[in-house]
Nanobody, 121 residues
Framework: QVQLVESGGGLVQAGGSLRLSCAAS????????LGWYRQAPGKQRELVAT???????EYGDSVSGRFTISRDNSENTVYLQMNSLKPEDTGVYYC???????????????WGQGTQVTVSS
């Protein structure tokens, strides 16, 4: 079965950096869209970043300029480099693979288990 396995979450001080990885297994193809969403306590799930198979990236307004998404199609892995982290970046980060950005935005596709990112003041 298809599975997305995340790594790299943890605790970091404000202003610091963290790199998340998500590897897809059990698939014979590369997802057209790979991405990251996050959910903080008391808030709705929100877009962090997505990237297509061809390398076209989009970012949520709250992270634009600070985060960078990338993917390695040969390894079927997506990465999220997070710089200049703020306490409001704290939340559970979910990796997603989907046939299209719209599919992921609607909650479809294949989702990882989520990994906690905590940014302290």
């Amino acid at each position: 079965q298809v599975q997305l396995v995340e790594s790299g979450g943890g605790l970091v001080q404000a202003g610091g950096s963290l790199r998340l990885s998500c590897a897809a297994s059990g698939v014979r193809f590369n997802f057209n869209t790979l991405g990251w969403y996050r959910q903080a306590p008391g808030k709705q799930r929100e877009l962090v970043a997505t990237i297509t198979r061809g390398g076209s990236a989009e970012y949520g307004d709250s992270v634009s300029g600070r985060f960078t998404i990338s993917r390695d199609n040969s390894e079927n892995t997506v990465y999220l480099q997070m710089n200049s982290l703020k306490p409001e970046d704290t939340g559970v980060y979910y990796c997603v693979g989907a046939p299209a950005r719209s599919t992921a935005a609607m909650g479809g596709g294949t989702w990882g288990q989520g990994t906690q990112v905590t940014v302290s003041s």
